[in-house]
Structures are given as C-alpha cells and as structure tokens.
C-alpha cells in the first residue's frame, strides 16, 4: 500500500494568512493526488485534483502542487469559512489512501 | 446533478453483518468509465476507502478489509450496496458512497450515515 503522510495534523491562522499544508507519498504517484476539505458533519469536497487542478466552483485562493512524492496545498488568503479538516488523498494505485489529515482553526 | 445518498441500519450487532445501500439520482450509474466506491471514518478519525466497483460488476477492494467486504451494483435500481461482514466495534463509522474515474478523484459524495456496531 501507498502510506500518505500529512503535515502538520493541526494549525491555527489568521485570517488572511497564507496556510501551506504538506502531503507526502511513500513511492512515487506521479501527480495523481487529490486534496479535500471537510467541515464538521459533512462529506469531503474536493478542492484539487491531479495535484494542481482547481475544482469548479473552488475559490481561486486554494492551489496545490508537487509530483512524485512531495505535495502542497496553500490557501494564499485565509478566510473565515476555511476553517475545516484537509485531506489528501492518492488514486494512483489501489487501496486508495489518505493522509492522516490537516485540521484548520482560526 | 448527481446526488448519492446512503441508507441503511444505523446500529449493527457484533459478529453479524453490515448492509448498506447508495442510490444514484441524477445519472445512471450504468455510465461508462464511472466506478462507484465506498468509503468511511471512524469518529474523530481519518478516511479509509473500502472498496469500489465498476458498473460491469468488477470490483476492487482494500486488503485490510477485503476478507469481510463485498460490494455489488444493481443496474436496474440504479443502486450499489457494501456488505461488511463478522463486524466489531471498531467498524463503528460514517460511511459515505462516492463516484470516481480510474486514477482520479472522489468528485461526488453521498452525505454519509453513521453506523454504530454495539450489542
């Protein structure tokens, strides 16, 4: 299996802030790696996908980027609803896995 | 617009076997190129992908579970369905369906049921 390791697992910010979130890979995955976000009660939405493909309708603010094995989500300004858990998340092979994820506090 | 939407038990004896079942609206889960997988987290905990079929019927598993778990699709209810068999309570979870593509993301979720394993 693919281990997808996460930092950091906790972060406080202000708004406005620029917040980097880190994902690393076990083997290279090329850049089939998804990012999530995930507020309380909800299902994960994707914010990013093949590593730096902004999802329809997922404010510009969010970027990711990396391949291979080292991967970034930045929010370039931190805004009051982004508070929530962040994930990433291979498709390279299966099992698909997931980082351990990123909880985000104002 | 495509929405999935789990149902089933929300509590699960010990030993006997969970069965959930996601509904599709809004498109056919018979679309080509779509595989349809499951998905959950413990409370407080991480996500772990289950397992995934494709509309023909192939399926893919995780090995952690692969033992306990089958998933099958039903074309004509526009339906899959997890059974996760010989529970404990560390199966206590949300579990959520989703739709993806072959190397790609988990695009669209069911909004998730919690399902509790306890006598």
């Known amino acids: 299996d693919i281990q997808m390791s996460q930092s950091p697992s906790s972060l406080s910010a202000s708004v406005g802030d620029r917040v980097t979130i880190t994902c690393r890979a076990s083997?290279?995955?090329?850049?089939?790696l998804n990012w999530y976000q995930q507020k309380p009660g909800k299902a994960p939405k994707l914010l990013i996908y093949a590593a730096s493909s902004l999802e329809s309708g997922v404010p510009s603010r969010f970027s990711g980027s990396g391949s291979g094995t080292d991967f970034t989500l930045t929010i370039s300004s931190l805004q009051p609803e982004d508070p929530a858990s962040y994930y990433c998340?291979?498709?390279?092979?299966?099992?698909?896995?997931f980082g351990g994820g990123t909880k985000v506090e104002i | 617009q495509l929405q999935l939407q789990e149902s089933g038990p929300g509590l699960v004896k010990p030993s006997e076997t969970l069965s959930l079942t996601c509904t599709v609206s809004g498109g056919s889960i018979s679309g080509s190129t779509y595989y349809w997988g499951w998905i959950r987290q413990p409370p407080g905990k991480g996500l772990e992908w289950i397992g995934s079929i494709y509309y023909s019927g192939s399926t893919y598993y995780n090995p952690s579970l692969k033992s306990r778990v089958t998933v099958s699709v039903d074309t004509s209810k526009n339906q899959f369905s997890l059974k996760l068999s010989s529970v404990t309570a560390a199966d206590t979870a949300v579990y959520y369906c989703?739709?993806?593509?072959?190397?790609?993301?988990?695009?669209?979720w069911g909004q998730g049921i919690l399902v509790t394993v306890s006598s």
């Open positions: 083997q290279s995955i090329s850049t089939y």
């Open positions: 989703a739709r993806h593509r072959a190397r790609s993301p988990l695009n669209y």
């Open positions: 998340q291979q498709s390279y092979s299966t099992p698909f896995t």
